[in-house]
């Protein structure tokens, strides 16, 4: 399984991101896709996560701002990243959960006050 993730980038704080990431190879399903992310000198954090049969977990620091969704038919989960903070710069991880866990190679988001 290969995670190719895109759309981060430098942005104003206060502005908007889109990332994307898309699944490709032979995996199962129901699975779970969804975003992580690491700021320098922190520990990987879960961002959000998406079932294929569409539930949703966030953390509280993103609630009303972020919002995940997918598109079974392509294998890819969406991160539309909106009002963005200084404290939202990390690298970007997208992950799928199966029987086994699986990464993407991270997209830089870098949010400048």
């Known amino acids: 399984v290969q995670l190719q993730a895109s759309g981060g980038g430098l942005v104003q704080a206060g502005g908007s991101l889109r990332l994307s990431c898309e699944a490709s190879?032979?995996?199962?399903?129901?699975?779970?896709m969804g975003w992580y992310r690491q700021a320098p000198g922190k520990q990987r954090e879960l961002v959000a996560t998406?079932?294929?049969?569409?539930?949703?977990n966030s953390a509280d620091s993103v609630k009303g701002r972020f919002t995940i969704s997918r598109d079974n038919a392509k294998n890819t989960v969406y991160l539309q990243m909106n009002n963005l903070k200084s404290e939202d710069t990390a690298v970007y991880y997208c992950?799928?959960?199966?029987?086994?866990?699986?990464w993407g190679q991270g997209t830089l988001v870098t949010v400048s006050s």
């Open positions: 190879g032979s995996f199962s399903s129901p699975n779970t």
């Open positions: 992950n799928m959960q199966t029987f086994r866990n699986y």
């Open positions: 998406l079932t294929s049969g569409g539930r949703t």
